[in-house]
């Protein structure tokens, strides 16, 4: 329970911030968990009470919360040089490392990388890349975006209007011109009687459809995420992007994998499209990147569309786009660094990376366990990234009605045990730091299944 006395924390935090992406009425009953420090995959409040976070943060705090490492290196680039841009022909020489050291690490063996401070930057620059690149190759009617429903790729008037959600009509948008395909959630939009490859055809057709009804020459890129996260964590069936991408190559669209939070590890691979076995056109990152010690984000533009854009830019002599801290050089340290932690192994430890695979079994049976329990639909994910959903009724998938989602009680049932997890529609969802130990698993499972007894 809250501390309501008028000079609390929580009273305070209620008066002066404005929350975004909050349950206002639920804040105002049960308070703001004001949070002062971290060790771990735990988080520290005001009050002192620990917290397992099993949603890393916001997906990102892979390394937990009090990397040395990756402390280090930002106060050693604090030191050595606190921050500049990377444009009028200028960049730090960090960000000429980590810009090679993305291209090393992606799957082409050459291309170029933009800099952002945020994921939603990353998806708005890559959309205005687009835009300009083909209206300079003389088609400027090739700007519409293909997206799917639940897809979610940020929070800027265009990637949010990229974003699947229907929360956004609240804005007006999404802006004329981005097109939300059939969110892959065979679970949710299998129909009666069809098989997981049926489903995919029909998305495969779905897809030729509106390529024929739109144009082709009208289409800019289909962008998605190769596991939605924020849609409640769907793993698309197997075969969906293989089958995706030979239709958009056929008709010159572009594919694009929102990797914000797949990229570095999260699904047991580099990329989530490694995953899935495809190479997308052009990689956009963000959270791991700097495993969320740095707020920065990277468009990753393989050779194709990284040459098209070099010369249609020279051509107009600047691209005239960036941000003030686009390529902040302590932001690149860290990212340096953080590739090291997840992907290489740093300072003798082995790569975190590997520490996902390790302990993916154990979090798949977690899932599964839960699965078993008369409210649960469906236990769903890839690598680390997990959601169990809840139902009234297992036969029909019948969501739970009320206004305060059944999602939403649970996670609060969480927080009361000492377990911070992310509520998602009706899905309760799980993407703990690659750091976890087999201990700290158990607690997490163990918590989520007494706060589930709680609310069932
Ligand atoms: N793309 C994906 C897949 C995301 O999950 C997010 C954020 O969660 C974004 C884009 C937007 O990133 P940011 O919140 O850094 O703007």
Request: hydrophobic share 40%; aromatic share 8%; glycine share 10%.
């Amino acid at each position: 329970m809250p501390d309501d006395s008028p000079n609390s924390w929580e009273a305070r935090a209620a008066a002066n911030s404005f929350y975004g992406f909050t349950d206002l009425p639920t804040i105002a009953q049960r308070g703001t968990v004001v949070l002062t420090g971290g060790e771990g995959p735990y988080v520290t409040d005001v009050h002192g009470r620990r917290y397992l976070d099993a949603n890393s943060g916001l997906w990102n705090m892979v390394a937990g919360f009090d990397h040395p490492g990756l402390t280090q290196a930002a106060k050693d680039q604090y030191d050595r040089f606190p921050g500049y841009h990377a444009f009028f022909g200028r960049m730090s020489d960090q960000t000429v490392l980590l810009s090679e050291k993305l291209i090393e690490v992606s799957p082409y063996s050459e291309g170029r990388v933009f800099y952002t401070n945020s994921g939603s930057e990353a998806n708005d620059t890559l959309v205005k890349m687009l835009w300009f690149l083909n209206a300079h190759e003389g088609k400027p009617e090739k700007r519409k975006i293909l997206t799917r429903k639940n897809g979610y790729h940020g929070v800027t008037a265009v990637s949010a209007s990229m974003t699947g959600k229907p929360y956004n009509s609240v804005f007006g948008l999404p802006l004329p011109g981005f097109i939300h395909l059939t969110c892959p959630h065979y679970w949710r939009e299998g129909q009666e009687g069809e098989s997981e490859e049926a489903f995919v055809d029909r998305l495969v057709a779905e897809l030729e459809e509106t390529i024929a009804t739109e144009g082709a020459d009208t289409i800019a890129a289909f962008v998605a995420e190769p596991v939605m996260g924020a849609g409640g964590v769907i793993p698309a069936p197997m075969s969906y992007f293989n089958k995706i991408q030979p239709v958009l190559q056929k008709h010159g669209i572009p594919l694009i994998s929102d990797e914000v939070i797949c990229g570095f590890g999260r699904t047991g691979h580099a990329w989530g499209a490694e995953a899935y076995g495809f190479t997308p056109d052009a990689i956009i990152s963000s959270k791991n990147l700097t495993a969320g010690f740095f707020p920065m984000g990277a468009i990753i533009l393989g050779p194709e569309l990284s040459d098209r854009l070099q010369k249609a830019s020279e051509s107009i002599e600047e691209f005239p786009h960036g941000f003030t801290a686009s390529g902040h050089p302590v932001g690149c340290a860290i990212a340096l660094k953080a590739i090291e932690v997840i992907m290489e192994g740093a300072d003798g430890n082995p790569p975190l990376i590997d520490n996902v695979r390790r302990i993916t079994p154990a979090f798949e049976a977690g899932l599964k366990r839960l699965a078993q329990k008369d409210n649960i639909g469906e236990a769903r994910g890839m690598g680390l990234m997990g959601a169990v959903e809840a139902v009234q009724d297992k036969a029909t998938k019948l969501p739970f009605p009320g206004s305060l989602s059944v999602s939403e009680r649970i996670a609060n049932a969480c927080t009361d045990q000492g377990l911070i997890c992310r509520p998602l529609g009706q899905a309760v969802v799980l993407c703990p730091p690659f750091i976890m130990t087999d201990d700290q698993m158990d607690e997490m499972f163990s918590k989520l299944e007494t706060a589930l007894d709680l609310v069932f």
